[in-house]
């Protein structure tokens, strides 16, 4: 929507002098004044921005605050813009009250030059946000003169709402269903229970490995989705009791054992290895809490056609989950490593998942001494789904792409971004999702590598 109004509001522009005392707000200034104001209010922290063109407004904002407090000698961040805005903006003002500033005042000196006529949809929301905490006495929101008339792109709307009558249901032509089987490749099922049912004695765990992820893992997609005969559903049953008394019983062993499969105390060397194979000078971690299998390769499918241009998906590999497959346990082993395997630690020393419109974003977090980022979407999309979870997959899969697709675009040339999964999920009777089990679909899970820029 194109707002004809200049963007700074009669009620929020106020003539400040220098005698005033702090008050946060927004206002906009003229240089002299600015200078003035830097004078009278020495303990505050001053973030003077200057931005630069085609760079988005909220990224700048973010390098400039954590240099700021850099240079009090505050700790940078290591990514400070793996967060959100809004999130990243509240954890650096958390710094700044830590630093000893009780004020924090963010002023740009080049807004208008910069917007070369006006604000797009992503820099005006930044600035609205600043404003939103300014105004709660925050921050103070300085600007020049000349951006009080300056004009933004402000609010969007769906464009099923602008095109459609109100109350009209949206056709969007697509059968989840048939994306779901495209994507595991459906029509080999009869393949697939072939190779499970000549599967016979003890397996190498790269045998293993394949024989779970390349005939089982779909097959029993297969069978949530009902499109399977009842050979090749007892087929896959069959495997997966087998599969859940061997594992239950080797996972005893785990702590002690010489050799086991990859596990989530496993992966921050795997990924540094990766990551010196790949030239990478950077790695991040990106914790996808009840990624399964199905559901990491739908979102695969999507980040290689979001990624052209920014990214690849260099590799993938399989993680086996600690018993018992919850998301707390998951954690604990991650924090702990190969010690987590040999005395567990009470459930209860870790937080459940995030509901709401926080579990859409992505939060940096400290598992044990590695700082990690972490998303809780698909818990919440499971639950809403109840007993339609198989034909939800393919939206859930879209909004994760988009997430963090987004996380992916905000950081810099030659990163490695490992998204992963903790644990599955399996599927009650009446078809809603569950979890805590030893099921291959509870125990197998995915790590994504991309590759940001252009790395050889």
């Not at 080999?188 to 790269?206: M, N």
């Not at 990624?291 to 399989?318: F, I, M, P």
């Not at 707390?328 to 924090?335: E, G, M, N, T």
């Not at 999964?421 to 078809?431: E, M, Q, S």
């Amino acid at each position: 929507m194109w707002l004809d109004e200049p963007m700074g509001s009669a009620s929020l522009y106020t003539e400040v002098t220098p005698r005033e005392p702090w008050l946060g707000g927004v206002r906009f200034v003229d240089a002299d004044v600015l200078a003035s104001l830097q004078e009278a209010h020495v303990h505050c922290l001053w973030v003077n921005v200057t931005l630069q063109p085609r760079r988005p407004l909220s990224y700048q904002v973010e390098e400039h605050f954590d240099t700021a407090l850099a240079l009090q000698g505050d700790a940078p961040d290591e990514d400070p813009r793996g967060l959100d805005f809004a999130a990243s903006i509240a954890c650096m003002l958390l710094r700044a009250q830590k630093s000893g500033f009780h004020h924090v005042a963010i002023s740009f000196h080049n807004l208008t030059k910069f917007a070369q006529g006006a604000l797009g949809p992503d820099d005006a929301s930044a600035l609205q946000h600043l404003a939103r905490i300014a105004q709660d006495g925050a921050i103070a929101l300085l600007l020049r003169p000349e951006d009080a008339t300056l004009q933004a792109y402000v609010g969007t709307t769906a464009l099923s709402e602008a095109l459609l009558p109100e109350g009209a249901a949206l056709d969007t032509g697509r059968d989840p269903i048939a994306e779901i089987s495209e994507t595991i490749g459906i029509e080999r099922a009869g393949l697939w229970a072939r190779q499970l049912s000549q599967a016979k004695g003890p397996q190498p765990l790269s045998s293993l490995e394949r024989l779970l992820t390349e005939a089982y893992l779909p097959l029993a997609s297969a069978v949530a989705l009902g499109t399977i005969d009842s050979h090749m559903r007892d087929v896959c049953e069959d495997f997966r009791e087998h599969f859940v008394r061997s594992y239950t019983d080797a996972f005893s062993t785990f702590g002690a054992a010489a050799k086991r499969p990859r596990m989530l105390c496993d992966l921050p060397d795997w990924v540094a290895r990766a990551a010196r194979l790949h030239g990478a000078r950077h790695t991040h971690l990106l914790y996808v809490s009840k990624l399964r299998w199905d559901l990491g390769q739908l979102l695969r499918a999507r980040l290689e056609q979001r990624l052209t241009g920014k990214g690849r998906v260099a590799d993938q590999t399989v993680l086996w989950s600690a018993l018992p497959t919850t998301t707390s346990r998951q954690l604990d082993v991650l924090a702990r490593g190969i010690e987590a395997l040999r005395t567990p630690t009470d459930d209860e020393a870790w937080s459940e998942p995030v509901r709401g419109r926080t579990a859409e974003t992505i939060r940096r977090t400290k598992v044990g001494t590695r700082d990690i980022h972490k998303l809780d979407i698909v818990d919440t999309r499971l639950a809403q789904a109840r007993n339609r979870v198989m034909p939800a997959l393919p939206d859930i899969a879209s909004e994760l792409g988009e997430l963090t697709g987004r996380y992916i675009d905000a950081l810099p040339n030659r990163s490695l971004v490992a998204i992963f999964g903790d644990h599955g999920f399996a599927f009650d009777r009446n078809g809603s999702a569950i979890s805590g089990g030893a099921s291959p679909e509870e125990v197998i899970v995915p790590v994504l590598l991309i590759l940001v820029g252009d790395v050889h």
